[in-house]
T-cell receptor
Framework: GAVVSQHPSRVICKSGTSVKIECRSL??????MFWYRQFPKQSLMLMAT?????????EQGVEKDKFLINHASLTLSTLTVTSAHPEDSSFYIC???????????FGPGTRLLVL | LAKTTQPISMDSYEGQEVNITCSHN???????ITWYQQFPSQGPRFIIQ???TKVTNEVASLFIPADRKSSTLSLPRVSLSDTAVYYC????????????FGQGTTLQVKP
């Protein structure tokens, strides 16, 4: 099946700094990608829909100025956590629909720890 | 998006068949039912998807009654490596649109 990658797999940063997470569809194109956040022992929470060539659509309660999303190409979406704080520490996961297979593939996730 | 309800946790033993039932009373006509598996610190992995009746693949079977208000994921002869969280999702556009995850079912397979 198709593959979605994320980079980095884990990152530790200081409070107040910004962190960029990349999501790539490796062998298919994705005009839309999705970003999720998952806290320990909890389910995935949809944060936003990343749209190639246009603005991302954010879910209610997700600050668009804090979680910047850029979908610059058909295979790459980036999530930047700006001015990160310890409460932003979480597991961030992206997904990309493979429309020809009518399925959606998830990345392996990025573990963010803000000190 | 239709809400789903699953048992929070289930225990089983190696070699047994496991059935996880999901309720989705408000499923819409164009909604599909999809199940994902997630291991700790990994992204979810697609297991199976269906619209009605029964679907079977090399990993699992999915049973959907005529009213489609529930579905049952069946895992034959589970092993320790099947210990994971299983999510039932309901969404239109098959499996290519926005997905809303419920609480999932944590399956613990014991030796």
């Amino acid at each position: 099946g198709a593959v979605v990658s994320q980079h980095p797999s884990r990152v530790i940063c200081k409070s107040g700094t910004s962190v960029k997470i990349e999501c790539r569809s490796l062998d298919f194109q994705a005009t839309t990608m999705f970003w999720y956040r998952q806290f320990p022992k909890q389910s995935l929470m949809l944060m936003a829909t990343s749209n190639e060539g246009s603005k991302a659509t954010y879910e209610q309660g997700v600050e668009k100025d804090k979680f910047l999303i850029n979908h610059a190409s058909l295979t790459l979406s980036t999530l930047t956590v700006t001015s990160a704080h310890p409460e932003d520490s979480s597991f961030y996961i992206c997904s990309a629909p493979e429309t020809s297979e009518e399925t959606q593939y998830f990345g392996p996730g990025t573990r963010l720890l803000v000190l | 998006l239709a809400k789903t309800t699953q048992p929070i946790s289930m225990d089983s033993y190696e070699g047994q068949e496991v059935n996880i039932t999901c309720s989705h009373n408000n499923i819409a006509t164009n909604d599909y039912i999809t199940w994902y598996q997630q291991f700790p610190s990994q992204g979810p992995r697609f297991i199976i998807q269906g619209y009605k009746t029964k679907v079977t693949n090399e990993v699992a079977s999915l049973f959907i009654p005529a009213d489609r208000k529930s579905s049952t994921l069946s895992l034959p002869r589970v092993s320790l490596s099947d210990t994971a969280v299983y999510y039932c999702l309901v969404a239109a556009s098959g499996n290519t649109g926005k997905l809303i995850f419920g609480q999932g079912t944590t399956l613990q397979v014991k030796p």
